[in-house]
Structure formats: structure tokens, C-alpha cells
């Protein structure tokens, strides 16, 4: 046994939840094993929530021997979770590379919308936003991001349809790639199968990635935060618009819809005397 209080701990083995098709392609590779392999461990993490070696089962025995001795499948865990009379949902995620964020689930009649988080913290400082007071600590993984919907599908036993709302913590198109890799999962029909129509990303106004986001293969609805019709009251409100002004942002959105044939969801918060004047409903786009 080491007792030397000073030896580095030997790392975790690696992480397999949260890799494509290909990722986990590349990670069998090492095996000499069939690339079907692959598919088949894509199916049990995403499309049936099944992270443990002994229930994969239509892989050879000796490939899941060696998988549960090198690597991992950890999605996360679900923390306390805090109920409301409107039957939502609030749990608190304990995230697979440590930290925790919220993740919320809401019903609304046969409606159920699980709301993200894909940031712990987040680096954009808008005055009404509590989250934004943490600051920014690090994005989430795809891993990361899809996980709170396996921890949270499997302990509801969601078995139906159900929709996804980037609404929680942190701005998912500051953290672009692994947001947009998470769609990719939960569109995927032998991932979690969610029809893209399901999924909506809500961005607090970065212009140019909302650009990017429009030649996405695998695209989700998309929703902005305006709050202001000003770029006076925007800069106060919410810091990004003194680098991507309304202008901009409107600019970007037509873009989007021009490009891609779909609306883009304006969302607006009221805060009495400040963004509800009558001037503001005459200056919001149309």
C-alpha cells in the first residue's frame, strides 16, 4: 500500500458519456473490435438510460470486461430536489467533473419541458439574472448538458414525448460546441430521439453565433432575450449588448429567419419603469 502523502493519485479512468457515434468509434478503436460496437453502446447510454457494463447486454462479455475496468459511463447524479404546487420540479445536479447546477422540470397538463443548464456560473452579468452573480466558473460538457435529461427521464420514467428549453444556468451559446453536440444526442432517433422542433435554445444576444447556429445541420428552435427596445437600457440591463447592440442582434435574427424559413422567439422581461413605457411597445420589432 502507498502511504507517501506527497504521490499523485492515479486519474480517473476516462469518461465515455457524452461521446458521438464516432467518439466512442475511436475509443473501441483500441480494442480491435467491429465499429457496430460503437452504435450499440450509443443506444444503451442515450436511447435507454442503461450505464452500467452488466446491462449491455448484446456485447461480448470480455468487451464489457474491459470497459468497466478502463473507462466509466457517469452522467452525473441527482442532488436534493425541491418540489412546487404547480408540480415543477428544481434539482440540484451534481455534474460528472464536479460542481452542481439546476436543472427544472415542469408539467403543464400533458406538456412536460425539462429547462438546462449549460454553464456553471455565467460570464455575462445581466442585472436581473441571479446566476449571473456567481460568475463565471466552466462550461458544461455534452456529457454534461445531456445528462441532467437521462438522470432526470429516468427517475420521472419519462416514457413519452417531452420538450428541452436551454433556459438555466449559464449562456449556451458562449459555451457553441457543446451545447450544439448536445442537440445532436438529443436529436439523435437511437439517442434520446427528440424531434429538433422539441428543443429550444434561449440566448441572451450573441450575434454571431446565432449566425453560425443557422447552418447548423442539426438546428434547434431559437429564442433571444430582448428586455430592452434601447441600447441605453439594454447596456444597463444586460452588459453583452454594449459588444453586440440591438442592432446587431435584430440583424442576426432576421438573418436567421431569412436563412433558415423558422421564427425566432423574442422573449421580454417587464420591470416596471425601466422597459414598459409605451414608447417600448411602439420601438419592439414586429
Request: charged content about 25%; aromatic content about 6%.
Amino acid at each position: 500500500m502507498n502511504t507517501d502523502p506527497t504521490a499523485v493519485p492515479p486519474s480517473r479512468p476516462a469518461n465515455l458519456y457524452g461521446l458521438d457515434r464516432d467518439g466512442l468509434a475511436d475509443w473501441l478503436s483500441r480494442y480491435e473490435v467491429p465499429r457496430f460496437h460503437a452504435d450499440q453502446l450509443f443506444r444503451w447510454f442515450y436511447g435507454r438510460d442503461v450505464w452500467t457494463p452488466e446491462g449491455w447486454t448484446d456485447l461480448p462479455k470480455n468487451l464489457r470486461s474491459r470497459l468497466e475496468e478502463e473507462s466509466r459511463v457517469d452522467p452525473g447524479k441527482l442532488g436534493l430536489r425541491t418540489g412546487a404546487d404547480d408540480e415543477t420540479l428544481k434539482y440540484r445536479t451534481e455534474l460528472a467533473g464536479g460542481g452542481t447546477v439546476e436543472t427544472v422540470l415542469m408539467r403543464q397538463s400533458d406538456r412536460v419541458t425539462l429547462c438546462l443548464s449549460s454553464q456553471v456560473g455565467c460570464a455575462l452579468d445581466c442585472d436581473f439574472c441571479l446566476t449571473g452573480k456567481m460568475g463565471f466558473k466552466r462550461h458544461l460538457t455534452p456529457g454534461e448538458i445531456v445528462g441532467q435529461v437521462g438522470l432526470i427521464r429516468r427517475d420521472q420514467q419519462l416514457d413519452g414525448p417531452f420538450n428541452i428549453v436551454f433556459m438555466g444556468m449559464g449562456e449556451p451559446l458562449h459555451n457553441y460546441d457543446a451545447t450544439v453536440a448536445a442537440i445532436r444526442l438529443l436529436c439523435d432517433a437511437d439517442g434520446f430521439g427528440l424531434s429538433r422542433k422539441r428543443v429550444t435554445v434561449s440566448t441572451s444576444g450573441l450575434a454571431p453565433a446565432i449566425e453560425k447556429l443557422a447552418g447548423e445541420p442539426v438546428r434547434p428552435r431559437l429564442a433571444v432575450s430582448l428586455n430592452a427596445t434601447t441600447d441605453e437600457v439594454r447596456d444597463r440591463l444586460m452588459p453583452i449588448n454594449r459588444k453586440h447592440d440591438i442592432a446587431a442582434l435584430t440583424g442576426a435574427c432576421a438573418d436567421y429567419g431569412r436563412r433558415t424559413g423558422e421564427r425566432v422567439t423574442l422573449e421580454y422581461v417587464l420591470l416596471r419603469g425601466i422597459n414598459d413605457l409605451d414608447a417600448d411597445i411602439e420601438r419592439l420589432p414586429g
